[in-house]
């Protein structure tokens, strides 16, 4: 089982741009795939994207893919999200995840971090 | 992009109950998909994997089965802490794809 935490919650204005840190264990950069998914309040998942760090691959989803990078750390074993041009739509909470890259039978996943987008 | 339809949108069940949730794709993902249980306030919990196999430590229960197009969440009897909402996601080695919209189940 792998610990995610996340960064704590934030209020940005329309047009701005937020960075998301998720913080994980030395394990994950050499065999785990991280993933970023995000949920508007009342509403359902979205994935957003994902990244496999022994491998130096990152991956968007097509909905996110001109305003979203994601980076990892290893100095600090952390994994970043960094969302763009942000729009009161973007208001939801945003979480990370981990698996063991190959593997789905287990998963683990940070808190969750609320990011509210207003003037 | 595929597209994951769940049905229905809302179960209103009783506990011990039997609950059926559907997830259909608008093309075949073979056997990758997967099934969450969100509760309120809570990150999302992986329940099946591979379309049909258990994930670590989710009670026997819940099994899920389907492939290609047409996949099925069935909870053989539901208890109190199962009242939450289920998303599918297609999910093949890499990288993972879109959920459906969730089915709340509920208590009736």
């Known amino acids: 089982q792998v610990q995610l935490v996340q960064s704590g919650a934030e209020v940005k204005k329309p047009g701005s741009s937020v960075k998301v840190s998720c913080t994980t264990s030395p394990v994950t950069f050499t065999s785990h795939a991280i993933l970023w998914v995000r949920q508007a309040p009342g509403r359902g998942l979205e994935w957003m994207g994902g990244t496999i760090p022994m491998f130096h691959t990152t991956t968007y989803a097509q909905n996110f893919q001109d305003r979203v990078t994601i980076t990892a750390d290893e100095s600090t074993t952390t994994v970043y999200m960094e969302l763009t041009n942000l729009r009161s739509d973007d208001s939801g909470t945003y979480f990370c995840?981990?698996?063991?890259?190959?593997?789905?039978?287990?998963?683990?996943w940070g808190q969750g971090t609320r990011i509210t987008v207003a003037s | 992009e595929t597209v994951l339809t769940q049905s229905p949108a809302t179960l209103s069940l009783s506990p011990g109950e039997r609950a059926t949730l559907s997830c259909r794709a608008s093309e075949s993902l073979r056997d990758s998909l997967v099934w969450y249980q969100q509760k309120p306030g809570q990150a999302p919990r992986l329940l099946i994997y591979?379309?049909?196999n258990r994930a670590t430590g989710i009670p026997a229960r819940f099994s899920g089965s389907g492939s290609g197009t047409d996949f099925t969440l069935t909870i053989s009897s539901l208890e109190p802490e199962d009242f939450a909402v289920y998303y599918c996601?297609?999910?093949?080695?890499?990288?993972?794809?879109?959920f459906g919209q969730g089915t709340k189940v509920e208590i009736k």
């Open positions: 591979d379309a049909s």
């Open positions: 996601q297609q999910r093949p080695n890499w990288p993972p794809g879109t």
């Open positions: 995840s981990s698996h063991v890259y190959g593997s789905r039978k287990s998963e683990d």
